[in-house]
């Protein structure tokens, strides 16, 4: 058994977890119900952009192409359906920080990170006019996350790190959670969002300044002819003048960002409607959302009908780096978060799961995006978000749209936009080295935060570690 609030072995009976995940849906709660949809391609045709991906970032940025030069004909083209992949299985966290935390901003852009958070503030005040300008109702909730120390060694750190550190009475106004020993509260450029109806309203957006979508529409690769982009799909050739690629942590068409992300699997939990008896004895009657401060660590928040979403902590790659729907459900992965959550709310032991799914984040080396373009500047990507995407995609998108524009602004003049990350290598390497960094983390975690050798040699390297 771990030393750690939260371990690997189940500390409650499998029975009694496997009765609270009975039944449980596999389709994440934020798509469950009738979802509008556009036809595939059929036929060839010519486009000024074309944009691959149907996800915030695709969306995003197809939004903002029309915004600037609304006679732009601008295509967008899904593999499968809009958002059905990360951007429709996320905890629906909104933060500004484009860095992953201001921790990992420090290690490897120090001197430029008072313009990134800047911007990054910028970028998520923008967000939140855009969905007003749309009419877009998101659910989105601006009442503040609370970072909970479940360890000493946490708690230390909030303690050291000079901060307003919410312990005794005052943290019991934001939750009575037995495993929480204090919480520091942030209220600034964060917020809640329901990830579904964004997307939608998105897509909506976009529809409404004349882009074209086509969802189940593959690209199975791109080449440059006569000045032009040629997307060859299943449905037929696409001839663009410029293409932005938003395809994340999917295999990417161009081979020089082959190994620059791999695809790791998280995990999600999403309680029954829960009462208002239930959440008071919890201590949890703000519309606030948690996460933890370990590596391996939980993100939970409300949804609008007061259940309880509750993720993360394991971590999977598959090796091969491959990505496969029957990897969207993993039962041991289940048992343990539902272990998890309720050793951090005993007092719901009995409640049931109505919702259990999983979903691939396109993870760095730096846990930061990346852009560039190929082609002699006719292509253009954004990749790399590892889990934080929800806003951040909107800056990539419009990070894209500058390269391909040729025009140089605040955003593309800082080396973090277009820095790219440390390659992760190819296998038969990839596995064991993934898998050798994932005990290194978890052992962290049980060791009081003591990171071992491992973990100190590769930092050293610009490579970081989180779950």
Sequence with gaps: MSGATYGHELRLPEAELEESLRGASAVPFWLDGPRPTALPLSGDTSTDLLVMGGGYCGLWTALQAKERDPDRDVMLVEAHRIAWAASGRNGG???????HGDENGARHFAAELPSIEALGEENFDELRATLERYGIDAEWEEEGVLSVATEPHQLDALRRGGASVLEGDALRKYTRSPVVRGAEFERDHVALVHPGKLAEGLRRACLSLGVRMHERTRVSKI??????????TDGGRIAARQVALATNGFPSLLKRNTLRTV????????TEPLSAAQLEEIGWVGRHGMTDLSRQFHYYRKTADDRILWGGYDAVYHRGRRIRPAYDQRPETFLRLADHFFTAHPSLRGTRFSHAWGGMIDMSTTFVSFQGTAHGG?????????????????FGAAVMLDLLDGVPTKRTSLAFSTTKPFPIPPEPVAYPVIQT?????????????RDGILIRAMEAFGIGFDS
């Design 93 to 99: 966290f909104v933060e500004a920080t484009l860095t």
């Design 223 to 232: 080449e440059r002819r006569h000045g032009s982009e040629i997307a060859v």
């Design 263 to 270: 695809p790791i699997y998280d995990y999600v939990l999403v």
């Design 437 to 449: 960094m994932r005990g290194a983390i978890a052992r962290s975690d049980a060791d009081g935060g």
């Design 378 to 394: 006719a292509v253009a990507y954004s990749s790399g978000y590892t889990g934080l995407g929800v806003a951040a995609t909107r």
